[in-house]
């Protein structure tokens, strides 16, 4: 049996759906598909309940996957002690999204010097999903914004930096219809989010909470809405922030708390040698 192809099948239940499995691995959907029916033959028994948009586990297949996830970490712990120095083989990295400029191409320039036997795939997401990915497996290190509890003993965190929180508002003009910042609506830094909360949580006393327009978790989209006239906003200064400055004005709040970005990986991770070479990686280019 291709421990490739239980990779597959884990990336469908992962994603719900073949189209997603494929974007997430690289691959086609007729070869996600592929792999699947021949997984499906050589077990005897319906994996997966198809449709048009989506693909649903059977209950053969949840009874499954304890035992899928194993061999896919069997196999790829038997490829790394091939090389003794552990740099060969698959290695899935979550990033947060401003995560993906602003350390992801240095890493891939690393990688491709260092370590061109890592098959590297990235996956974005927030800092909760990520989080969860490396729980459950299906991710081999992540880097989020600082978890806002304890992490149990097997999750190892490392702080990659630290991002001061500024305000952000329209640069070199007014907000839409002459508005003056302090007259402008507020975007919020979603609050559900890892680093929304720590904002929101030291800095709500200055939000006017009757003039939000509105919440979402995608700081590229509130910098680009601020930069329009339409709001202001508290955000952490990401490089990209720091960097493009995308028209705005940008200031920097006295005694403000910073989002820490940190890397997360499991301490008994059979990657654990990409995982170091990706942190100093990471490191150097902070």
């Known amino acids: 049996m291709e421990t490739r192809f239980l990779e597959s099948l884990l990336a469908v239940v992962e994603t719900g759906s073949i189209s997603g499995a494929a974007r997430l691995q690289g691959l086609t959907a007729a070869a996600v598909s592929q792999r699947i029916r021949v997984l499906e033959n050589d077990l005897n028994c319906t994996l997966l309940n198809r449709s048009a948009h989506a693909a649903v586990p059977t209950d053969i297949c949840m009874r499954l996957?304890?035992?899928?996830?194993?061999?896919?970490?069997?196999?790829?712990?038997?490829?790394?002690?091939?090389?003794p120095e552990?740099?060969?083989?698959?290695?899935?990295?979550?990033?947060?999204?401003?995560?993906?400029?602003?350390?992801?191409?240095?890493?891939?320039d690393t990688f491709r010097s260092q370590a061109p036997d890592v098959a590297i795939s990235i996956k974005p997401g927030t800092s909760l999903g990520?989080?969860?990915?490396?729980?459950?497996?299906?991710l081999d290190a992540a880097i989020t914004a600082m978890p806002p509890f304890e992490l149990p003993k097997g999750v190892a965190c490392r702080v990659l930096e630290e991002?001061?929180?500024?305000?952000?508002?329209?640069g070199g003009r007014s907000g839409k219809n002459g508005a003056r910042d302090k007259d402008l609506p507020w975007i919020i830094y979603d609050r559900l989010s890892w680093g929304g909360r720590m904002i929101w949580d030291a800095h709500r006393s200055l939000i006017s909470h009757d003039d939000v327009i509105c919440e979402l978790d995608a700081l590229e989209t509130i910098a680009f809405m601020v930069a329009q006239g339409g709001g202001q906003a508290l955000v952490p200064m990401w490089?990209?922030?720091?960097?493009?400055?995308?028209?705005?004005?940008?200031?920097?709040?006295?005694?403000?708390?910073?989002?820490?970005?940190?890397?997360?990986?499991?301490s008994n991770s059979p990657t654990s040698a990409v995982s170091a070479l990706t942190f100093e990686a990471l490191r150097k280019g902070c």
């Open 65 to 83: 996957l304890p035992a899928a996830r194993n061999l896919v970490k069997d196999a790829r712990q038997l490829g790394a002690q091939i090389d």
């Open 86 to 108: 552990g740099l060969r083989g698959p290695y899935r990295l979550g990033a947060v999204s401003t995560a993906l400029l602003d350390f992801v191409p240095d890493l891939i």
């Open 130 to 138: 990520l989080y969860e990915g490396l729980l459950s497996g299906n």
């Open 163 to 170: 991002q001061p929180v500024v305000h952000v508002s329209p």
């Open 239 to 266: 490089r990209g922030l720091k960097n493009r400055r995308f028209g705005l004005n940008i200031k920097e709040l006295s005694g403000s708390n910073t989002r820490k970005m940190v890397f997360l990986q499991l």
